[in-house]
């Protein structure tokens, strides 16, 4: 039987790693919010209890837990088991493109490949120096219009969700992140509050979850909205909206991006003459296409 943090002595942060990262595997939770491993995610949750934002400071490993640090480590890591929340929504923090972020049930974790497209500032598909207009459609807690907004300083960012919920979320991190001047939040069901504007660059980690899919999925994304993952029958109605609407909002060699995780092949298959470009990405990732504006009016066509 395991002794309580209470009566155990004084162990390091490597071995309160160690410990963590079997339980967390034993129990055969799911790593996919913002973590892809056990070690990763008992360190979220041990950075949380010691007050940090990284691990870079070489003597931490070594650094002995005081019994208040075992007792609030042991807590956040049976909450972890016991309801299957992703860890990132028990700390309330995480990274996206190298920015914190604040997360909760509000929307989805932050955890799309689009971060290190926006990192490179969409080049060399597009010439960042002349973006001036930015349309993230879908936003959530706002992570990829922030972004977006970081690493395009000269650009103007429109972020639209129909949850209003999500919205209010993404106005605290806009706040936090010093971008209210340049991010604007709109209520809007895709492009309906977007009558007349258009946009450079219009990205998007909408909805693609079909029914199916859905009642399989694991338990962590049960604590995320539905309204952020399920997307119809097959998980194509967003991208369905997006394919049909985007180019009359975007300029003259302007581009499209979405992510359609594992409905890619679907997409292919449906959409056989688009000549999408799949994107790959140096730290894995994919289901991301690219298309311009003039590709996407001869689909429309």
Same mark, same amino acid.
């Given at each position: 039987?395991?002794?309580?943090?209470?009566?155990?002595?004084?162990?390091?942060?490597?071995?309160?790693?160690?410990?963590?990262?079997?339980?967390?595997?034993?129990?055969?939770?799911?790593?996919?919010?913002?973590?892809?491993? %056990?070690?990763? *995610?008992? %360190?979220?949750?041990?950075?949380?209890?010691?007050?940090?934002? *990284?691990?870079?400071?070489?003597?931490?490993? =070594?650094?002995?837990?005081?019994?208040?640090?075992?007792? +609030?480590?042991?807590?956040?890591?049976?909450?972890?088991?016991?309801?299957?929340?992703?860890?990132? #929504?028990?700390?309330?923090?995480?990274?996206?493109?190298?920015?914190?972020?604040?997360?909760?049930?509000?929307?989805?974790?932050?955890?799309?490949?689009?971060? @290190?497209?926006?990192?490179? $500032?969409? @080049?060399?598909?597009?010439?960042?120096?002349?973006?001036?207009?930015?349309?993230?459609?879908?936003?959530?807690?706002?992570?990829?219009?922030?972004?977006?907004?970081? #690493?395009?300083?000269? +650009?103007?960012?429109?972020?639209?969700?129909?949850?209003?919920?999500?919205? =209010?979320?993404?106005?605290?991190?806009?706040?936090?992140?010093?971008?209210?001047?340049?991010?604007?939040?709109?209520?809007?069901?895709?492009? =309906?509050?977007?009558?007349?504007?258009?946009?450079?660059?219009?990205?998007?980690?909408?909805? #693609?979850?079909?029914?199916?899919?859905? $009642?399989?999925?694991?338990?962590?994304?049960?604590? @995320?909205?539905?309204?952020?993952?399920?997307?119809?029958? *097959?998980?194509?109605?967003?991208?369905?909206?997006?394919? =049909?609407?985007?180019?009359?909002?975007?300029?003259?060699?302007?581009?499209?991006?979405?992510?359609?995780?594992?409905?890619?092949?679907?997409? $292919?298959?449906?959409?056989?003459?688009?000549?999408?470009?799949?994107?790959?990405?140096?730290?894995?990732?994919?289901?991301?296409?690219?298309?311009?504006?003039?590709?996407?009016? $001869?689909?429309?066509?």
């Amino acid at each position: 039987m395991r002794r309580s943090a209470a009566t155990q002595p004084a162990i390091t942060v490597a071995v309160a790693l160690r410990r963590a990262a079997r339980r967390l595997e034993r129990a055969g939770v799911w790593f996919g919010h913002g973590t892809d491993n %056990a070690v990763d *995610d008992a %360190a979220v949750l041990l950075w949380h209890v010691l007050g940090l934002a *990284d691990a870079s400071d070489p003597c931490l490993l =070594a650094r002995r837990l005081t019994r208040r640090q075992q007792l +609030a480590f042991e807590a956040l890591l049976e909450r972890r088991l016991s309801t299957r929340e992703p860890a990132v #929504y028990i700390t309330g923090r995480t990274w996206f493109a190298g920015l914190p972020m604040r997360t909760d049930a509000r929307a989805l974790v932050p955890r799309s490949p689009l971060a @290190e497209l926006i990192e490179r $500032r969409f @080049e060399p598909w597009i010439d960042a120096s002349r973006v001036r207009r930015v349309l993230d459609v879908g936003t959530g807690g706002g992570c990829i219009a922030l972004a977006c907004a970081h #690493y395009l300083p000269a +650009a103007r960012v429109d972020a639209v969700d129909i949850s209003a919920a999500a919205l =209010a979320l993404a106005r605290e991190n806009r706040t936090a992140l010093g971008l209210s001047r340049r991010v604007r939040l709109v209520k809007s069901d895709h492009f =309906a509050a977007l009558q007349g504007r258009s946009y450079d660059i219009i990205v998007s980690n909408p909805p #693609y979850v079909g029914r199916r899919e859905m $009642r399989s999925l694991p338990d962590e994304y049960g604590h @995320e909205p539905r309204i952020a993952l399920a997307s119809g029958d *097959d998980g194509l109605d967003s991208v369905k909206v997006l394919l =049909a609407q985007a180019a009359r909002h975007l300029n003259p060699g302007g581009l499209l991006i979405v992510e359609v995780g594992n409905t890619e092949t679907l997409v $292919r298959r449906r959409y056989p003459r688009v000549p999408f470009l799949w994107l790959e990405f140096e730290r894995g990732g994919g289901g991301v296409f690219c298309l311009t504006r003039e590709q996407l009016q $001869r689909h429309v066509r």
